[in-house]
């Protein structure tokens, strides 16, 4: 109960402890606080099981954190008393209590990044610190007596080295965290010369009878890396730093030779930091450590850490000289080559551990060597790896002519397997340094073609490597004549019929393939030669994976060769789509990285095959359905790669479209319609229903629901969005026109009064014209913006181009045509103005003009307007002529787009839409002639000429004068 109470308290101190929260239901009032302090610092001093006395101190520490130094001032005084009190009457018990609530206040001062917290902590530092130092020197003085001489009490000395590293614990942290420059402290500086000298005692004092010395060792080697890598100018200021960092080389050269026989801290349990064999953990994490020191100190030396922090002339001056000795001291050349060589010779060579770990369990032994780059603060290998890298980048003069001739050692062809993986692992790590001074297409021709063919005992471990080379050479250069052997060397290391290709080669050489692929100067044409084995080895290796890790790195690799291969994949497509069902269903409910990149593979293949891809929809439908299905759990984590998917299959799909992938169109007609976050590619997709489906699109079934969905995404809120959506609009009333004639026109055009959509078109444009007539300050804001208003406006000319009359019959359904033109005219004409594109510009022109057509009434209220048409008129047509060939109207054409091999089935649907279109079929100039002559001839010449005289003079002249500007016919 006690436990349940302690843990709970310390979940709520961040939602109920804070100020903040005083008027916070639930919140703590002051007085429970101060209740709760005491009890919480008295429970962690005197508390004997170590489980409650932490998790007291864990709470403790974020009380501590939020109330010090404002609520809690005296929170850490209170602290240091007990230290004092407890060390001066030789209380262990109480004084492991504070060290470990102090410890725990550290660690969550340290975390902290405001800067009241950073400075309260720094504040309290050298007290703190003085303190400590105290306790520490004088419980080590116990038990070292103990340790050398045997002098004093056993448990006595055991109780004291746990104190002492405690202690030593919260001064590591304090001389990182408790100081902005350590290294002008006098006590730091006494600490940090205190530490190298202790360093070395403890080494010799080693054993295993007592874990707490190597726990000691292990404390310095933090301080020592925390110290170079967070203040690496003060690093370089302490004294004695260039003497440390070579006595911490001694011990990496030192492990260095019997690296071989080590088991790595992975493959082992590394808390056993006792066991003091030469090649043992303990020695290993002294080198990595080491191997660790020296990447800062390389760091330190060749990019000093920039600080926006005012500094003087003398404090910049001290850091350069400091940094100045580092490099003099310890980069010196005689150093720079024997680091290399050691890590080279030493520190890369293939382990006896690893080639048991590689047989215990291959997969998860190469899982964890391809995760290991990132782990190098963990490993030796692939700390020495980035070392070497970091020398050879800064010493590449000083080391390359030594490097090159290292290479020459895998030119022996009596050279071991464990010389060449090592040679190998190093050519492949400089190689971006090397490439113009190392013939590596020679190499590869004559050294690594005959290595990858090698069958001699432990053949393989050089197999894996020569991937992993290839990878790392081929990106960065590799010639045309030389890219097929890779691609050669590569289908080899992937035959499973060859026994010396185990699972690790084969993964190794499935993940690096990617790499190869992926370069820019891939050939298609000479990889299709090794294509068909290739991936049936790949499809083989998804189905033998057991990680699914693995299994995802293996596809993305198909995803790679299938997208780069573009068309030629089109032979082998059968190969891998009979598989990825099978891929997908082995993946389960919760393999959603694996599904994910069984949809980019076959998105990629879409793209590739076009509508080739179309014998496989039955296969892929079911799949498209399952990560479309809106609440369930596939459509969380794999709607966005179904729906991009399912875009383009459609869009290579070609009339007819199958009945199964028809009646897919409703889930994206109803998830359009609830305009969510997907919004924009629901539109395309429906948009290529529309366009490749029209006849099933416009039948009972699917129409209303249809012209629902387009009316949602109408509203919006973005401009491309609403864009596209009228756009699609218009082709809906355009095919529906093409298909069924007049009749089926009607049909639309009932369903689009029925359905609303006619009226929230008018609603919209209303609202408009009613902003439009106010002004001021309190001016009313239109719901519409100018974008909306003009799509709104443009699909009700589409639908007057088709059928004038009909437009007039559905505006008559809602009301008294008189009124409904009166304000609809004012608000399109007035919109001419602000319509930037030259196409809504010609197709407005075209709709409100074919209203001049009409019988009386309409041919009434359209002379009302006629000066109004007029001025607009002249202003579109001068726009739609060519600057250059006046009278020419720019956007007539007879001619058709020509097609090209990239062209899906929707784009040449669309094509032709586009050359039917009257925006191209139409010379606006005498449509506009034509349709004014009907007029006249309709209401009459005298009347005509009536309303033709109270026009404005210039309006008038303007559009007369069009006459003037066209050409003369020859």
Known sequence: MRFLAIIELKNGIDKYWRSRTIATKNAIPPEQKHMIRSNLFNGTLEEHDSQFALHNALVLAKVIRIDFPDEWPAALDNIIYELKTSHEGDNDHTLAGALLMLLQVVKELGTARLSKSQRALQTITPQLVQVLAEIYDAKTRLWLAFGTNHQGDKTKATVAMEISLRAFKILRRLLILGYREPHKDEFVQQIWSFSQSQFGQLLSLMNEEYPAI????????????????????????????????????????????????????????????????????????????????????????????QSIRYRSKEDTREQQEAIKAIKSQIFSDDFVRSAAETIITHLLVFRKSDMDAWEDDPQEWELQEENQGNAYEFEVRPCAERLFLDLFTHYKDLLLEPLLGYFNAARNPDASIAVKEAVYTTMGLAAAHIVRHFDFDDFLKSVIATDAAQTAPMCQILRRRIAILLSQWVPIKISSETRPLVYEIFKHLLNSQDSHNEIVVRITAARQLKQVVDEFEFDQNSFAIHAPQILKELINLVQLAEAEETKLAVVMTLRSIITRMDTTIVPFSELVMNVLPEIWSSAGDLGFMLKQAVMTILQSLVASMRSDFQRYQPLVLPLIAETTQEGSDSALHLIDEGLEFWHGLLQNSQPPLSPDLISLSSVAIEQLASQNDNAEILMEIVGCYIVLAPQSLLSDHYRQPLLKSLLASLDNKHRSQVLLTA?????????????????????????????????????????????????????????????????????????????????????????????????????????????????????????????????????????????????????????????????????????????TEWDTSKDLARRELHSTDPIRTTVAYGFVKERLQGLANTVGEQTFQEWLANIDKDVLAGFQDLENRRPVPA
């Open 214 to 305: 190597a726990k000691h060792i292990l404390q310095f080697t933090k301080l020592h890396n925390e110290m170079a890598s967070t203040h690496p100018s003060s690093f370089a200021a302490l004294p004695g730093s260039s003497d440390l960092v070579r006595a911490y080389w001694s011990l990496v050269a030192s492990f260095s030779l019997v690296f071989g026989e080590s088991e790595g801290l992975r493959q082992r349990d590394s808390t056993n930091v006792t066991e003091l064999s030469p090649a043992g953990p303990f020695k290993e994490k002294l080198a990595l450590k080491g191997l660790l020191l020296m990447r800062s100190c390389i760091r330190l030396a060749h990019h000093p850490v």
């Open 727 to 899: 756009e699609y609009v218009e082709i809906t009333l355009r095919l529906s026109h093409q298909i069924g004639g007049e009749q089926g026109f009607h049909i639309l055009m009932r369903d689009v009064v029925e359905v609303g959509f006619l009226k929230h078109l008018l609603e919209g444009i209303r609202d408009a014209y009613e902003a439009h007539q106010t002004s001021g300050p309190k001016r009313k804001q239109s719901r519409l913006d100018s974008n909306n208003l003009a799509c709104y406006l443009t699909i009700l000319a589409r639908i007057a181009i088709i059928d004038p009359s009909t437009f007039v019959a559905m505006l008559g359904v809602l009301g008294p045509i008189e009124s409904i033109w009166e304000w609809l005219s004012i608000e399109w004409f007035s919109n001419f103005d602000s319509m930037a594109e030259i196409d809504k510009l010609k197709l407005n022109l075209l709709g409100i003009t074919r209203l001049l057509e009409l019988p009386q009434p309409m041919a009434g209220l359209v002379l009302r307007k006629l000066q109004d048409y007029i001025s607009m008129w002249t202003s579109v047509i001068c726009q739609l002529w060519d600057d250059d060939s006046p009278g020419h109207d720019v956007l007539y054409t007879t001619d058709k787009i020509p097609t």
